[in-house]
């Protein structure tokens, strides 16, 4: 999505106005600098999304790279890559999930760190054996 066209329209639903676009509950003024305008999205992004977005710590350095570099997002190729396995992770975490009929799909904040411990014991344990099978 290009970031000044999303700017423009939040601007557009302003209405040089207090607004709520996005900010679930939050009244906040529209920004008339890019930094301000980033600023508003992030915050209410955080707000809005922190049970629903495991990945919100990647987005946030995304967006971090993304001011220190002045928007190049060249510079960032690494944030924009964790961000995606982070989303892909917890994508098939889902995908699993609702396949065994557990509920809810996206596990509570509270357990998601459990859960990538497991993950990360499980993949060195598969790696360990795999150097093992290699040497025999």
Not at 2 to 15: K, S, T
Not at 26 to 37: A, H, K, V
């Amino acid at each position: 999505m290009n970031i000044n066209h999303h700017h423009h329209h939040l601007d557009r639903c302003a209405g040089g106005r207090l607004w709520q676009a996005m900010f679930h509950g939050i009244w906040t003024e529209p920004s008339t600098t890019e930094e301000g305008r980033q600023k508003n999205i992030r915050r209410g992004s955080k707000l809005k999304h922190e049970e629903k977005n495991p990945c919100l710590k990647e987005h946030d350095m995304s967006f971090k790279c993304l001011e220190e570099s002045s928007y190049n997002r060249n510079a960032c190729g690494e944030y924009f890559e964790n961000y995606k396995k982070c989303k892909e992770f917890w994508g098939n975490v889902r995908s699993e999930r609702r396949r065994a009929g557990i509920v809810p799909h996206l596990p509570p904040a509270e357990e998601r760190d459990k859960i990538k411990a497991e993950y990360l014991e499980n993949r060195r344990r598969k790696y360990q054996q795999q150097q093992q099978q290699e040497q025999q």
